[in-house]
């Protein structure tokens, strides 16, 4: 039985109560907080300034020493992440934490006193150098120190006194934007770190090493004999990230202890790849930038994620050797045979046999292997060359001939992670493979051709499917799954900057802003499937009332309502078809990862409330009573049933996304990294510099996209392969 009850569930008031509570405390609190913040800004500016020589004349006279707190574990976050320290109250709701202290972080050696975690530094150069954001500290705390002080002179972050904020929410930017609203987002990003914990414990106390989790039952279960680390290798960059570090340990000591792939296990190649591989390179990544996590020399198991890494990719490589390169949807970890599916004829999920390139080509990167690469890119060529039209691919491929199957095509479920890992192997390799900006440019234009259509009557915008190819009817469905592509667009379109930053490249123009505006539209509907249910989360699919016949986005764009009426009969909840076999919830992060990239692209404050509305959502929902969270049988059932499973991605993306987004915007700069699929942060990486280089070209398409191939016979003579037809809506 959990004795820790952050969320007061079983105080006998409800969760949501006591978040509303807590939110108010936090929001009364911020107005001291900020006048004190400032103050001590002002000290800390003033003894930085002095120490630089630059202090002299300065006509007000303020003490050098500022409240110390020794607890290790603020001392630790507010040294790792610089000007993203949250404030720490007292137990007794005095005594921030000093700003001072937190950029003395930034000045000084953040290392001494570190709770150490036993692993040395990894010998291989390019993953001990430090991301550029991680060396800007120190000039970022200087220039946010003297900013914060002049903000507080001027009076801005005076809250208390009942002034309005001079600044709107919208254009805010980061760590100031919640104080303007009085919105502490510190105290905010401590409850989902109170929501992992809680998760965290019950799975330790009830299902330790177990593949699947069942926090009602108390239940595990094995997907292989004594596991694969499924929820725990899942989980490990989160609580990095936390600095969860007794959490940590133990899942360390797990892996070290028994975590084995030595087993005569079928696993699917994808899911097996993003969750595991990933988080293992996540979690070597981050060992190699967090003070707290960085390796230390001697311990037999000093490589541990890498080595770990590199035995399972050796093993799920083998689902490639097919005839045409593209893997096999599962592999036997002892036998090495590639397995085909047992379902779809023997096919393969597109986005499955698409969606692996990211992990392996940071690991060639890592390690000097060039087969991890060739062997992933080989993949998308087999794809591309079969010359689908305007970038959108059925859903399923076989691997021995490297042919689709069928011709349904969705970004929902078995399309979805093609689309995001082309634009991110753009990222990853930092620009250097422009083949895959030119696919993700030809999908994007093919989605606003076929796929983007209106509901009625509120006109919101849709990305829809086409279950019989692109001449086939459009089907007004959104599955959760994609809702990824707000964000990602919002990624395509600024390269991870944010907008004021991107507007000023010459790369900027009228597509990139068509482009963002299409990812805001997106998101609201998205929003949308939480907003129109009772629980305030979405269904796993959703269909949508559109116009006969269809509205598509290329015969013109309907303009939407801005907002979401919250009354229970808006209009535009009319839009929404709820079908009884999608009502659950399984706690997907598809929205909030994209709330996540869209906050920190616009740096539009709403997006961070309709997270927090998620997450209080969320926790008055999926909570169990006695440990844990649960995904839902129905979002419009109130109490819902639980369905008494725990997905590994609540802890690897949900709540992980969620605290990205309360949080600051300088962990984790999305110019700097890419995110997997299942949120497992990966550098990004100078291909060159490992004798790494794009190996194939794509085809040339003539003005039709249809394939120009060369005969071999003649050598000179072109011949046109017509592929899938065009859209006949
Ligand atoms: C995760 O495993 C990944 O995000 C994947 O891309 C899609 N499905 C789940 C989460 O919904």
């Not at 150490?116 to 970022?140: E, L, Q, T």
């Not at 899942?251 to 595991?276: C, G, H, P």
């Not at 060039?370 to 970038?391: L, Q, R, S």
């Not at 986005?553 to 229970?568: Q, V």
Request: net charge negative.
């Amino acid at each position: 039985m959990n004795t820790r009850d952050p969320f007061n569930l079983r105080s006998g008031s409800t969760a949501f109560s006591i978040l509303q509570q807590s939110t108010t405390r936090a929001a009364s609190s911020a107005a001291s907080y900020t006048r004190q913040a400032g103050q001590q800004a002002l000290e800390a500016g003033k003894q930085a300034l002095e120490d630089a020589g630059l202090a002299d004349g300065m006509s007000f006279a303020v003490p050098r020493n500022v409240p110390t707190f020794n607890d290790p574990q603020r001392r630790y976050e507010d040294s790792v992440w610089g000007s993203s320290g949250r404030s720490r109250y007292a137990e007794n709701g005095h005594g921030h934490s000093g700003v001072a202290e937190k950029i003395g972080g930034i000045f000084g050696d953040s290392r001494k006193g570190l709770p150490m975690y036993k692993d040395k530094p990894y010998n291989y150069g390019a993953s001990i150098r430090r991301p550029r954001w991680f060396k800007r500290k120190r000039v970022m705390g200087s220039l946010l120190l003297l900013a914060f002080g002049c903000f507080y002179w001027l009076g801005w972050l005076s809250p208390g006194d009942g002034q309005k904020p001079k600044s709107k929410a919208g254009s805010t930017w980061g760590i100031f934007s919640g104080q303007e609203k009085n919105v502490d987002w510190e105290e905010r990003r401590e409850q989902v770190k109170d929501a992992f914990k809680l998760s965290w414990e019950a799975y330790e106390q009830h299902g330790w090493g177990y593949d699947e989790f069942h926090p009602v039952s108390k239940k595990g279960r094995y997907m292989a004999t004594n596991g694969l680390g499924w929820i725990i290798v899942d989980a490990l960059d989160t609580m990095m990230l936390m600095n969860l570090t007794k959490e940590l340990n133990h899942a360390r000591e797990w892996i070290s202890t028994s975590l084995s792939y030595e087993k005569d296990q079928d696993v699917n190649t994808f899911e097996t790849t993003i969750r595991m591989l990933g988080g293992l390179l996540s979690a070597h990544y981050l060992s190699q930038i967090l003070p707290a996590f960085e390796p230390i020399g001697g311990s037999p198991d000093e490589d541990l994620y890498l080595e770990k890494a590199s035995d399972l990719a050796d093993r799920l490589l083998t689902a490639y050797d097919s005839p045409s390169g593209v893997p096999y949807a599962s592999v036997n970890l002892k036998t090495l045979k590639g397995i085909p599916s047992h379902a779809d004829g023997g096919a393969s999920s597109t986005a499955e046999a698409t969606s692996l390139q990211l992990e392996m080509k940071y690991l060639a990167f890592l390690t000097g292997e060039t087969h991890y690469w060739e062997k992933a890119e080989k993949v998308i060529e087999v794809v591309d060359n079969n010359g689908a039209k305007d970038g959108l691919l059925p859903i399923f491929i076989y691997a021995d001939s490297g042919t689709f199957r069928g011709n349904e095509i969705r970004l929902g479920s078995r399309g979805d992670s093609y689309y995001e890992y082309l634009i991110k192997q753009y990222h990853q390799t930092s620009k250097q493979e422009p083949i895959y900006l030119d696919m993700w440019k030809e999908a994007l234009a093919g989605v606003r051709k076929h796929l983007i259509t209106y509901s009625k009557p509120s006109n919101l915008t849709v990305l829809a499917e086409r279950p019989s190819g692109l001449d086939g009817h459009i089907h007004p469905k959104m599955d959760h799954l994609v809702c990824f592509i707000p964000g990602t667009i919002a990624l395509g379109a600024t390269g991870g900057l944010n907008t004021s930053e991107a507007k000023k490249l010459s790369t900027w123009g009228a597509q990139q802003e068509e482009d963002m505006e299409l990812a805001r539209q997106l998101m609201k509907t998205c929003w949308g499937m939480y907003k129109a249910t009772a629980t305030g989360l979405a269904p796993e699919i959703a269909h949508f009332n559109i116009y006969d016949p269809p509205q598509m986005m290329r015969h013109g764009i309907l303009k939407s309502p801005e907002t979401l009426d919250p009354a229970d009969d808006a209009d535009w909840k009319q839009d929404y078809v709820i079908k009884p076999a999608d009502t659950h919830n399984l706690q997907r992060p598809e929205t909030v990862e994209s709330l996540f990239y869209m906050w920190r692209i616009t740096g539009d404050e709403m997006y961070r409330e309709w997270g927090w509305e998620m997450f209080q959502s969320f926790v008055k929902y999926t909570m169990v009573e006695d440990g844990g969270f649960s995904s839902i049988g129905n979002v419009n059932d109130i109490p819902p049933s639980s369905r008494d499973n725990m997905e590994s991605f609540w802890l690897a993306e949900t709540l992980k996304y969620f605290y990205l987004l309360f949080g600051p915007n300088d962990v984790l700069p999305l110019d700097e990294i890419v995110l997997n699929t299942e949120a497992h942060p990966l550098p990004r990486f100078d291909p060159n510099r490992k004798r790494l280089s794009t190996g194939w070209k794509r085809i040339p398409r003539d003005a039709n996209g249809n394939l120009i191939r060369e005969e071999k016979e003649t050598g000179t003579h072109k011949t046109t392969i017509t592929t899938t037809k065009g859209s006949a809506v």
